[in-house]
């Protein structure tokens, strides 16, 4: 069993900063590979960055690229996800995500085990 607990959501104006974490509780952290998703009202979830087993692999979806970046600490049990430049449109509640199962980075929902509760992120304009 893996449990995931996200924090660092908040209020923040268009162009500013967050910085999400993500500590996660179970064993072998190191070998999951890592996702954030964000999910706005009355829209799908929807992939926001991945990183690989040993943090070199990492991908992103094309609305957060050279904005954000997602990082992760295996000494830690955390996967980081730093939000630069934020718009209005990035507003969302932001899920961690974690696929035991796989080395691969997955985009799409099912490719993921395990899920956070969600922080809420506002960017106001």
């Known amino acids: 069993q893996v449990q995931l607990v996200e924090s660092g959501g908040g209020l923040v104006q268009a162009g500013g900063s967050l910085r999400l974490s993500c500590a996660a509780f179970?064993?072998?952290?190191?070998?999951?590979?890592m996702g954030w998703f964000r999910q706005a009202p009355g829209k799908e979830r929807e992939f926001v960055a991945g990183i690989g087993l040993r943090g070199d692999n990492t991908y992103y979806a094309d609305t957060v690229k050279g904005r954000f970046t997602i990082s992760r600490d295996n000494a830690k049990n955390t996967v980081f996800l730093q939000m630069n430049s934020l718009q209005p449109e990035d507003t969302a509640v932001y899920y961690c995500?974690?696929?035991?199962?796989?080395?691969?980075?997955?985009?799409?929902?099912?490719?993921?085990?395990?899920w956070g509760q969600g922080t809420q992120v506002t960017v106001s304009s």
């Open positions: 179970g064993p072998f952290f190191s070998m999951y590979v």
């Open positions: 995500a974690a696929n035991i199962w796989s080395r691969g980075v997955g985009t799409t929902t099912s490719d993921y085990n395990y």
